[in-house]
């Protein structure tokens, strides 16, 4: 199935725009979703970066070492006979340049002779007034409810075919909880956060909803500029799935977990040591963990 954005990326090229913008937080799933989106089309694929140069994206292929200075790559795409997608990663510092806006014109210019598709994937893109009619803006949507819980299906399905300890335990009140917690910040944030909670045990008890919800706060303010209240109600106690989901990488438990062998115990780590572990996804530290 096409996700939303790839469908609108297909849209956006589709419609013979020649420059194309984006400010990514997640460049390599920006990078991967242009390289599905070359083999859906047919079309060649090329990532430049001043480190490597450029290189093409659908296969592997060796780097172009030689066309790592942005003015040799934009001479190159200008005189190159192939059709194709080229993204310029982290071009934002070359464009004050009046050669590079002049070869970046010339490029978008031609378009309609030979398509070639100019994406520019840098932070804070600011781009000359010259070259404005010429381009469009790209951004990744947020992944709503419905794609969250489907992370979260494939997190505890990577986590039982990886052998570790049989399905994820949690109940079906903490993955709805787990999954509005993860709203309004990007898919790659999410699923790290779905994965650190349940690697060390196979579960999600009350303590990951709420480090998570914690750790969301502080991707979305990493500054400390915004203040959040935290919501310091319990949970009830979750460490089982509702039945009928086993199939999905889950167990059906309530209260605790059980081992094959009958002998119980509880689902999770202590709530310190679950703090530090999701907070090492996002760099970020619990009051109290240090």
């Known amino acids: 199935m096409t996700s939303p ?15 194309v913008l984006i400010e990514p937080i997640e460049e390599p799933r920006m990078i991967e979703l242009f390289t599905r989106l070359a083999i859906r089309l047919s079309e060649p694929a090329f990532c ?34 192939q059709r194709g997608i080229y993204l310029l990663l982290d071009f934002h510092p070359y464009l004050d340049k009046p050669l590079h806006v002049r070869l970046l014109k010339e490029i978008a210019q ?25 381009s469009a803006r790209f951004s990744l949507r947020l992944p709503d409810r ?36 993860l709203l309004g910040i990007t898919e790659s944030d999410a699923r790290r956060l779905i994965r650190n909670a349940i690697r060390h045990d196979g579960a999600i008890p009350q303590e990951d909803v709420k480090t998570v919800k914690r750790a969301k706060y502080e991707l979305l303010s990493p500054e400390g500029i915004i203040s959040f209240e935290h919501d310091t109600r319990s949970f009830a106690d979750i460490a089982g799935l509702a039945s009928g989901s086993e199939g999905e990488g889950w167990s059906s438990h309530s209260g605790h977990a059980a081992d094959l062998d009958g002998r119980t115990h509880h689902a ?12 090492s996804a996002t760099g970020t530290h619990p009051q109290g963990s240090h």
């Open 48 to 81: 430049w970066t001043v480190t490597d140069g450029l290189q093409r994206i659908e296969f592997d292929a060796p780097a172009q070492y030689g066309l790592a200075d942005p003015a040799e790559i934009l001479r190159h795409i200008r005189l190159t006979n």
């Open 268 to 279: 999770g780590l202590s709530h310190r040591h679950r703090q530090r572990h999701l907070a």
């Open 110 to 134: 031609g378009y309609a002779e030979l398509p070639r598709t100019l994406v520019l994937v840098s932070h804070g893109l600011e781009i000359p007034s010259e070259l404005r009619h010429l």
């Open 5 to 19: 954005d790839l469908h609108d990326l297909e849209l956006l090229l589709r419609s013979d725009t020649p420059l």
């Open 146 to 181: 419905s794609r969250i819980m489907a992370l979260i299906r494939e997190e505890a399905k990577r986590w039982q075919e990886s052998g570790e300890q049989g399905p994820v335990r949690a109940s079906r009140e903490a993955v709805e909880q787990l999954a509005g917690n």
